[in-house]
Each structure stands twice: as structure tokens, then as C-alpha cells.
Nanobody
Framework: QVQLVESGGGLVQAGGSLRLSCAAS????????MGWFRQAPGKEREFVAA????????YYAESVKGRFFISRDNAKNTLYLQMDSLKPEDTAVYYC?????????????????WGEGTQVTVSS
């Protein structure tokens, strides 16, 4: 089992930045790929970004490419999402997820463990 706890959400004006963190605990000795997803009110959960266990491969949704940057520190068991040039449409609950594989994927169905989420609100 892996437990995930997100932090760093909040209220920010359009054009601003936030950095989300996700602390992992439990069976972190295995090789887990990780990802960020988000869910806005009335919408389905959608893919934001993912990263392989090795840090070598990353994937991004088209809507966040060039604005968001995913990274991880395996020594600290922590995943990050740097979000720049935020837009009101980025407003959502952001979730951290881990899958029991070294390879990243973009489908939420491929992930085994989820955090509780952190709210990000971008005002116009």
C-alpha cells in the first residue's frame, strides 16, 4: 500500500503560479510511476501530467504543455507539479496518483493509489 498526501493548493490570480507537492509513504521502495490529475465541478477527472519512476519520461496534457512542469525526488518520496501562467480554467481539485509500474500512463484507470486532492482556484 502507498499513501499519498497532496499540498500546496490555494487561491491565485490568473497569470500566477503555484507548486503542488505530493508526499508518498508506505511501500515506497517499489518503482512507481506517478501522475497528476484534476477534476473541476461537473466534469470528469482528467489527466494533467505523468512521470516515470526514473524521472526520464514525462507526459503532459495539451492544455498545460509549456505552463506546467512535473518532477519527482525519489530520495524524498515526493512528487511536484509546478504550475505557471495559471488560467481560470485550471481551477479544479488536483489529485496525485501512483501506479505499480515504472512506466507512466495518462489514463486514470491505470493508477492504483490516489491522494485526497488539493483545491486550486484561479481567479480572473
Amino acid at each position: 500500500q502507498v499513501q499519498l498526501v497532496e499540498s500546496g493548493g490555494g487561491l491565485v490570480q490568473a497569470g500566477g503560479s503555484l507548486r503542488l507537492s505530493c508526499a508518498a509513504s508506505g511501500r515506497t521502495g517499489s518503482r512507481y510511476a506517478m501522475g497528476w490529475f484534476r477534476q473541476a465541478p461537473g466534469k470528469e477527472r482528467e489527466f494533467v501530467a505523468a512521470i516515470s519512476w526514473s524521472n526520464e519520461i514525462t507526459y503532459y496534457a495539451e492544455s498545460v504543455k509549456g505552463r506546467f512542469f512535473i518532477s519527482r525526488d525519489n530520495a524524498k518520496n515526493t512528487l511536484y507539479l509546478q504550475m505557471d501562467s495559471l488560467k481560470p480554467e485550471d481551477t479544479a481539485v488536483y489529485y496525485c496518483a501512483a501506479r505499480a509500474s515504472a512506466y507512466a500512463r495518462s489514463s486514470p484507470n491505470e493508477y492504483d493509489y490516489w491522494g485526497e486532492g488539493t483545491q486550486v482556484t484561479v481567479s480572473s
